[in-house]
């Protein structure tokens, strides 16, 4: 069963999905998906040339974009090209979808006042008030 949270009409976070999912993440109405957890991390998560193949065989645009306990900005920039270049709804997935939920973040800031980012993530589950100081910094340096 998929728990897909959506953060705005055009991005939702997921935790681990699996590559049967992909199909009806497409049928869904999503476009694009994205993967922020690195390959081996789990041994129980399945390989991301999985899913990148099975995401091109059902018509979703696929990006790999790994995070392991930092934001590096260009995995920000990444993230934010990801969703600008997507034809439609994006779904991003990690192991509890609370990485994507900060790249996603760091994404918007300076795009949206970081009260309103806070606020979104809060609705979807996600508390990231202890990233309020790097999303101020991400907003200041228009990264965002």
Avoid at 31 to 37: E, F, L
Wanted: aromatic residues 6%; charged residues 20%; glycine residues 10%.
């Amino acid at each position: 069963m998929l728990n897909i949270r959506k953060i705005t009409d055009s991005v939702s976070v997921a935790p681990q999905i699996a590559v049967e999912d992909l199909a009806d993440i497409a049928d869904a109405g999503y476009t694009t998906v994205i993967c922020n957890r690195p390959d081996g991390e789990s041994p129980d998560q399945p390989p991301t040339d999985d899913f990148a193949a099975k995401a091109t065989d059902v018509g979703l645009e696929f990006h790999h974009i790994p995070i392991s306990g930092h934001f590096p900005p260009d995995a920000v920039d990444a993230f934010r090209g990801a969703i600008d270049s997507s034809g439609g709804p994006v779904l991003a997935w990690c192991q509890s979808g609370t990485r994507s939920t900060c790249l996603w973040a760091l994404a918007e800031a300076g795009r949206s006042d970081v009260a309103t980012v806070l606020e979104q993530a809060g609705d979807a589950g996600y508390d990231l008030s202890g990233l309020t100081p790097m999303l101020m910094e991400f907003a200041a340096s228009n990264r965002g």
